[in-house]
């Protein structure tokens, strides 16, 4: 009598099996005949990034490390930090990883610089669309929930190995703070300040442009600061499929069980992280 109880754990694995077979055909279905179509999409952005790579890579350390150090005063206007990045750069060329340092920087600013491209305006409209709000809610908590191993699965086959498809996982796993705290700052911009605006004969772009976005910049500034940490966190996962960088040594280091390795170029990335955490925290 309880014969069918032992049936339905088979079906239920049956069922799974053929969904499972039926979602890898159709993508790779997908990925034959469009693989082609999306790599030349995304080749201005893959040619960008080698231009970044070559351009930090190939320009001799003493510019480099004055250039970043410059760049960092103007826009925090602290000599700690300034003088931070020097010694940051001369603990990691001692132990020589300056060329490493350099390809994961160009991958976390073009990855940080792509998502705040498209996570401002993104955040914009959820900010001014409760229906966008609606729709957009469940697919940022679906994207901040998934693990992150899953969204190289995807890249991977569409486009195979290497930088660009790393590029593209980095991303989508840390676009989704700059959208929200966007939303979040704009929202909580005071009703009367943009009722003011408009009295005044503001339009809603003016309005936007001028008095909620500087408001909002401390909440959009976090926003930043999330995604630039949440790419730093993929540098690791990156490296599996190729990506240069820190990564690939941490990743090495632990292949070979080479603890001194691991840990310096553990510390590298770790350092790196704090060091653009602090720029945008005291940006000005």
């Not at 049956?14 to 499972?20: A, E, F, G, P, Q």
């Not at 490296?239 to 990743?251: A, D, F, N, T």
């Amino acid at each position: 009598m309880y014969e069918h109880l032992l049936e339905f754990p088979e079906l239920s694995r049956s069922v799974l099996r053929t969904i499972k077979t039926s979602i890898d055909s159709a993508f790779r279905e997908f990925s034959r005949n469009y693989g082609d179509s999306i790599e030349l999409i995304f080749y201005p952005l893959e040619i960008f990034m080698q231009w970044v790579e070559t351009a930090l890579v190939s320009t001799p350390w003493p510019l480099a490390v004055a250039f970043f150090a410059i760049i960092i005063y103007r826009f925090t206007k602290s000599a700690k930090l300034s003088i931070s990045v020097i010694l940051y750069f001369i603990f990691v060329g001692l132990f020589g990883l300056y060329e490493e340092t350099m390809y994961t920087i160009s991958l976390v600013l073009v990855s940080t610089a792509i998502s705040m491209i498209f996570g401002i305006p993104l955040g914009i409209l959820l900010a001014k669309s409760d229906i966008a709000l609606k729709i957009g809610n469940p697919i940022l908590d679906i994207m901040q929930t998934i693990p992150i191993f899953v969204y190289l699965i995807p890249v991977v086959i569409l486009l195979g190995l290497g930088k660009l498809p790393g590029t593209i996982a980095m991303c989508i796993y840390a676009i989704p703070p700059i959208i929200r705290l966007t939303n979040l700052g704009l929202r909580q911009v005071d009703i009367g300040m943009k009722e003011a605006a408009y009295s005044l004969g503001m339009s809603k772009f003016q309005t936007l442009h001028r008095i909620e976005l500087p408001i909002a910049k401390k909440s959009i500034l976090a926003g930043t600061n999330q995604t630039i940490m949440m790419s730093i966190s993929m540098v690791v996962i990156a490296s599996m499929i190729g990506v240069q960088g820190l990564g690939i040594s941490v990743l090495q280091a632990v292949q070979n069980q080479y603890i001194g390795s691991g840990l310096i170029s553990g510390a590298a990335i770790v350092g790196l992280a704090i060091i653009l955490d602090r720029v945008v925290q005291n940006a000005k």
